[in-house]
């Protein structure tokens, strides 16, 4: 006589199988559906565009005053986000003027930090 099998035994281990073995979200791919988005979708959308659109600025200056206008001038050109780091922060040998920089402003950032002689 053949002997029974559990049924229930045999789903709940080809569902605990499934369950240790399901793809996790970082090694997912995602795909952005613009008739599936939120509003939050949307803003996220918006948000990871203007980022794309910037760069990371940090200029180091070895004079607090070299440091200060060139922390103006960036203001000047209506950039965003212009702070100074003075060298009594831990870590830092420099005065350093960082920024987040529309890409299409690069060049012009780049040649002002040149004309100050800051250093990358």
Same mark, same amino acid.
């Given at each position: 006589? &053949?002997? &029974?099998?559990?049924?229930?035994?045999?789903? @709940?281990?080809?569902?605990?199988?499934?369950?240790?073995? /399901? &793809?996790?979200?970082?090694?997912?791919?995602?795909?952005? @559906?613009?008739?599936?988005?939120?509003?939050?979708?949307?803003?996220?959308?918006?948000?990871?565009?203007?980022?794309?659109?910037?760069?990371? /600025?940090?200029?180091?200056?070895?004079?607090?005053?070299?440091?200060?206008?060139?922390?103006?001038?960036?203001?000047?050109?209506? $950039?965003?986000?212009?702070?100074? $780091?003075?060298?009594?922060?831990?870590?830092?040998?420099?005065?350093?003027?960082?920024?987040?920089? &529309?890409?299409?402003?690069?060049?012009?950032?780049?040649?002002?930090?040149?004309?100050?002689?800051? /250093?990358?």
């Amino acid at each position: 006589m &053949p002997t &029974p099998t559990n049924k229930n035994h045999a789903q @709940s281990s080809e569902d605990a199988f499934a369950s240790n073995h /399901l &793809p996790t979200g970082k090694s997912e791919d995602v795909e952005y @559906s613009e008739e599936l988005a939120d509003a939050e979708d949307l803003a996220a959308q918006a948000r990871a565009e203007a980022a794309d659109a910037r760069a990371q /600025l940090n200029v180091q200056f070895q004079h607090d005053v070299e440091a200060r206008l060139f922390e103006m001038k960036l203001q000047a050109l209506r $950039i965003d986000g212009v702070r100074m $780091i003075d060298p009594s922060n831990p870590g830092m040998a420099a005065y350093v003027v960082q920024a987040d920089v &529309p890409l299409e402003l690069m060049s012009q950032v780049n040649a002002v930090a040149q004309d100050h002689h800051g /250093l990358y």
